[in-house]
């Protein structure tokens, strides 16, 4: 039934929280829209309790599925950020700066939150640029030489430091 579901918008409200969809139903050709109020959202519910409460809702876990898992992160994290007291637009300044990937940025250092948001972010990458065995140009057993570069040596790899043990 969910194919028969196209999602064309997504917003939410923030008085009283609430994730809002707007789709079109192609079994009856109508636009739709539709209200997923957030029960006991405050500044301090995890992000996932609320995820996890709308797929195993019945009425609204088809609808949940049109979303991305990163999309509906960042909507709950909107909402979240508001309630919280910051703006909408510092709130949507932060949001960016999660999503995107900086190869210095410590990851060991950021919260849990952040840090699920860069790994959905690092996994949706991954996937777009993986090559599957079917995939027009998709090779079997591809090597590749890469420059010799000057290797430093340790005293830890050496094999004059075998010891007994």
């Given at each position: 039934?969910?194919?028969?579901?196209?999602?064309?918008?997504?917003?939410?409200?923030?008085?009283?929280?609430?994730?809002?969809?707007?789709?079109?139903?192609?079994?009856?050709?109508?636009?739709?829209?539709?209200?997923?109020?957030?029960?006991?959202?405050?500044?301090?519910?995890?992000?996932?309790?609320?995820i996890?409460?709308?797929?195993?809702?019945?009425r609204?876990?088809?609808?949940?599925?049109?979303?991305?898992?990163?999309?509906?992160?960042?909507?709950?994290t909107?909402?979240?950020?508001?309630?919280?007291?910051?703006?909408?637009?510092?709130?949507?300044?932060?949001?960016?700066?999660m999503?995107?990937?900086?190869?210095?940025?410590?990851?060991?250092r950021?919260?849990p939150e952040?840090?699920?948001?860069?790994?959905?972010?690092?996994?949706?990458?991954?996937?777009?640029?993986?090559?599957?065995?079917?995939?027009?140009?998709f090779?079997?057993?591809?090597?590749?030489?890469?420059?010799t570069?000057?290797?430093?040596?340790?005293g830890?790899?050496?094999?004059?430091?075998?010891?007994?043990?």
């Amino acid at each position: 039934m969910a194919d028969t579901l196209q999602l064309l918008k997504c917003g939410v409200r923030f008085e009283p929280p609430t994730l809002v969809l707007s789709y079109k139903d192609w079994k009856s050709g109508k636009l739709r829209r539709r209200s997923m109020p957030l029960r006991n959202f405050n500044k301090n519910t995890g992000i996932d309790r609320i995820i996890e409460d709308l797929n195993s809702n019945p009425r609204h876990s088809r609808f949940i599925r049109l979303l991305s898992s990163a999309q509906l992160q960042r909507l709950l994290t909107i909402v979240k950020d508001k309630l919280s007291g910051l703006s909408l637009e510092a709130s949507i300044a932060r949001n960016n700066a999660m999503d995107t990937i900086n190869p210095e940025e410590n990851l060991n250092r950021v919260d849990p939150e952040t840090l699920q948001r860069k790994k959905l972010i690092m996994d949706t990458s991954f996937e777009q640029k993986r090559k599957k065995p079917g995939d027009p140009d998709f090779q079997y057993n591809v090597e590749v030489d890469f420059e010799t570069a000057v290797v430093e040596t340790s005293g830890w790899d050496s094999e004059e430091s075998d010891m007994d043990f």
